[in-house]
């Protein structure tokens, strides 16, 4: 059993910029694939930008030159640095692990915190 804290979220100004925060726990093997995930008001859960063990990034194409995804391995930890925030930006942000046991994939993911983009 996995557990995900996210810390970070809050209230910026457009242009301004956040860094989000996931520690993992519980885990007894590295983390495959670390992430974020947002959710508007009223819209589906979408991926935000995926970093997997070895570094390889995955970002979705409304964050690309804006966000960046890092993560520690050793530490099981996983950030995200937004800058240039529109108030589009706005949503629950969701961080998530991803990793393979020997036989299965499973997914696991944290409480949300919201970040809201308004002037």
């Known amino acids: 059993q996995v557990q995900l804290v996210e810390s970070g979220g809050g209230l910026v100004q457009p242009g301004g910029s956040l860094r989000l925060s996931c520690a993992a726990s519980g885990s007894r093997r590295i983390i495959n694939v670390m992430g974020w995930y947002r959710q508007a008001l009223g819209k589906e859960r979408e991926l935000v930008a995926t970093l997997t063990s070895g570094d390889r990034a995955n970002y979705a194409d409304f964050v690309k030159g804006r966000f960046t995804i890092s993560r520690d391995n050793a530490k099981n930890t996983v950030n995200l640095q937004m800058n240039s925030l529109k108030p589009e930006d706005t949503a629950v942000y969701y961080c998530?692990?991803?990793?393979?046991?020997?036989?299965?994939?499973?997914?696991?993911w944290g409480q949300g915190t919201q970040v809201t983009v308004s002037s």
């Open positions: 998530n692990a991803h990793m393979f046991n020997g036989i299965t994939w499973s997914d696991y």
